[in-house]
């Protein structure tokens, strides 16, 4: 099937084109971008009130916190941990099936086409959570980047988390190495990749950091971590170790062009430069740093020296959402607000972290933009409805009154959106089964 996708105005990514269109090729590849009559198709989505851009980029989350959010509404970082390990304790693969189900239909409602998840609770004994994942993907439409994460570093080891949610580091590699053999496609057009992804300095050990490192680079897959999230973290770092976070990861081997981080807060110059000159990436999550008043990222700084930034909606546990482009918002405003100027980060810049920068975390040279070659991965957004009818400049309405709900979404010369409900699953369904899932868990 050929795919001929026409909107009122099509923003490729650099081009802003008056109606223009995007044809997709039966691979889901896209072979042609134009303006004026367009080519035949098998079918056709026609989009005259939309912006079409490149799908939403997600370059972090925790998909499984869906079933645990509004938790320690006014926390820390540390303190919301200390609470909900002992619930994450008690899922299993269903509750992870179903929290997945709701975080990846809300991505994808908001416009979203490809989503990393860093999923690193995997209590004792308790299989089948990582395919979980990976079939709920494929049953949504979504493009899927897996984190298998892991915690090895318990309480009674000096870790942060308690001893009931951390595995062994012997089977943690040997699961990782399980899945991707059984899931990785290393090919352009890839629907899903597996990435290695150790939590935190403060839940796994640096044996752990260094073997998953050298497991990663063997099958040549990409690496992430969280990194630099709070001050909490830089003092664990340098009281248990003598080393700040990004100091501590450049001695395990975690950093060069095949890693990327979540958060990236708290750097000093030096790491900031550091982190562009090996493009080592960053994914930024303004609504949950704000949440969790973790702090706020340097982007403009990292932006500036030629850093990898993308966004990233962070787990819902804290954030409440998986909205990408609330995400661009927030970008936006928190940076002005950083550097006192509009300058900053412009509207544009910001819709760029969504997708073409989260793309480049990720490491994928074939999304994030709508060029003949690349993925047919297009999210179209309405502006006539109320809150954007007779906006003068419709491709940074996006980012200044980001739209909750997307009109069409194709992933893959797919569409999985239309009219703005999901085509491959029942929302409201996937609503219920959550609040049950979430109501059992509560307990
Ligand atoms: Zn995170």
Same mark, same amino acid.
């Given at each position: 099937m050929t795919l001929l996708l026409r909107a #009122?105005?099509?923003?490729t990514g650099s081009q802003e084109i008056e109606n223009g269109w995007v044809l997709s090729s039966d691979d889901g590849m896209i072979v042609e971008v134009g303006s004026g009559p367009p080519p035949r198709a098998d079918e056709i989505i026609d989009e005259p009130n939309c912006v079409a851009m490149p799908g939403l980029v997600n370059a972090?989350?925790?998909?499984?916190?869906w079933a645990t959010r509004?938790?320690?509404? =006014?926390?820390?970082l540390f303190q919301w941990l200390r609470a909900l390990y002992p619930v994450w304790a008690r899922m299993d693969a269903e509750t992870v099936r179903v929290a997945a189900r709701a975080a990846m239909a809300r991505l994808l409602l908001c416009g979203c086409s490809l989503s990393t998840d860093h999923h690193y609770v995997f209590p004792?004994? %308790? @299989? #089948?959570i990582f395919e979980a994942l990976v079939d709920v993907a494929r049953e949504l439409g979504l493009r899927f980047h897996p984190c298998r994460g892991s915690m090895s570093l318990g309480e009674s080891k000096g #870790?942060?988390?308690? =001893?009931?949610?951390v595995e062994d580091e012997d089977a943690i590699l040997a699961h990782t190495e399980e899945m991707i053999g059984r899931y990785h496609d290393p090919k352009p057009g890839a629907m899903c990749r597996v990435v290695v992804a150790p939590c935190s300095p403060f839940s796994v050990t640096p044996g752990l950091m260094r073997d998953s490192a050298a497991l990663a680079r063997k099958h040549g897959v990409r690496m992430h971590t969280h990194v630099a999230e709070t001050l909490d973290e830089e003092r664990f770092c340098i009281e248990k170790?003598? @080393?700040?976070p990004v100091e501590l990861m450049e001695d395990l081997g975690?950093?060069? =062009?095949?890693v990327w981080y979540a958060?990236? !807060?708290?750097?000093?110059d030096a790491e900031v430069d550091r982190i562009a000159e090996v493009k080592t990436g960053i994914a930024h999550c303004p609504s949950s740093n704000m949440r969790l008043g973790a702090g706020a990222c340097r982007v403009e700084d990292l932006v500036r020296a030629g850093a990898r930034v993308g966004l990233g909606v962070d787990g819902s546990a804290s954030n409440e959402d998986a909205n990408p482009a609330m995400e661009a918002h927030q970008a936006l405003l928190l940076a002005r607000v950083r550097a006192t100027?509009? &300058? &900053?980060?412009?509207a544009r810049g910001a819709l760029r972290l969504a997708t073409r920068g989260g793309a480049d975390c990720l490491g @994928?040279?074939? %999304? #994030?933009t709508l060029e003949p070659?690349? %993925?047919a991965d297009i999210a179209c957004f309405r502006?006539?409805?109320? &809150?954007?009818?007779? !906006?003068?400049?419709r491709v940074a309405a996006l980012a200044l009154a980001?739209?909750? @709900?997307?009109q069409t979404v194709v992933v893959n010369g797919r569409v999985v959106v239309r009219d703005g409900r999901l085509?491959? &699953?029942?929302e409201d369904q996937i609503a219920r089964e959550i609040a049950a899932t979430s109501a059992r868990l509560a307990v």
């Open positions: #009122g105005l099509l923003f972090h989350d925790h998909m499984y916190q509004g938790y320690v509404p =006014d926390g820390t004792y004994g %308790c @299989r #089948g #870790g942060l988390p308690p =001893d009931s949610v170790f003598g @080393r700040r975690w950093t060069g =062009d095949d958060h990236g !807060i708290h750097l000093n100027s509009p &300058a &900053a980060l412009d @994928r040279d074939d %999304c #994030g070659g690349t %993925c502006v006539d409805d109320l &809150a954007h009818a007779g !906006i003068e400049d980001p739209p909750s @709900r997307a085509l491959t &699953a029942d």
